[in-house]
């Protein structure tokens, strides 16, 4: 396992529920020398660490503007993602969960960055007949296809808030609360632990430039074996 302090890393989508989790783990971390967090608004933080992190507004609809924004990282974090019914329209999720995440994936790659982290979803498939995910699956194949030196995508279960879950979300926790007491790695996946796993795996040897992450790994490298 690689040890040290590593120099950069970007985090986009760090006004979601696993990225507002992401960026407090790496100011609990401190195992970067820079963070910066990339997206379309300014967050005013009350905690004095995450007041350190550099903030760079873009426009995600003219972001070839901005391209310079995501270079000369080593590592680049994406939570960036929503739903049919948050966005609004299937037009509008597909241009945010595939159209921008393509897109700043493409100007990490060229400038310079090695190491790209991606939230996706369980269930994520190409050919599935519903658009969640089947979006889902055609972004996994088009970051595949960037070449990254190392991308690691994560698909986890149901992700569960620290913070109050809404409507929906509370409804589903609920059902699954049952399950999640006898086996929670097979139903959910708290923001918090999947947050803390993407960090870890940042020194961790993979087996190949390219991982897909089930929810059981997502476990393990939450709380990584001592060499």
Request: hydrophobic share 35%.
């Amino acid at each position: 396992m690689a040890t040290g302090l590593l120099r950069s890393a970007f985090v986009v989508g760090y006004t979601g529920a696993t990225g507002k989790d992401l960026v407090k783990e790496l100011a609990k971390s401190k195992k970067f020398e820079q963070v910066v967090l990339i997206g379309r608004r300014k967050v005013e933080y009350e905690d004095q660490e995450l007041q350190k992190f550099e903030q760079r507004i873009v426009d995600f609809q003219k972001l070839s503007d901005f391209k310079d924004s995501f270079k000369d990282f080593d590592v680049g974090f994406c939570c960036l993602g929503t739903t049919k019914k948050d966005a609004g329209s299937a037009e509008a999720f597909r241009r945010i969960d595939f159209d921008y995440v393509h897109e700043l994936a493409t100007y990490a790659k060229e400038g310079g960055v090695k190491h790209f982290h991606y939230v996706s979803s369980a269930g994520a498939d190409k050919n599935s007949s519903f658009l969640y995910a089947r979006v889902k699956g055609e972004i996994e194949e088009a970051l595949a296809k960037l070449s990254f030196d190392r991308l690691s995508i994560y698909q986890p279960k149901f992700l569960k808030r620290k913070e109050q879950a809404r409507g929906g979300e509370k409804f589903i926790g609920i059902l699954l609360k049952p399950l999640e007491l006898v086996s929670p790695q097979t139903v959910v996946t708290p923001c918090d632990l999947l947050a803390r796993a993407m960090i870890n795996n940042c020194e961790t040897t993979p087996n190949s430039s390219l991982e897909i992450i089930h929810n059981n790994g997502i476990y393990k490298l939450d709380s990584p074996k001592p060499e």
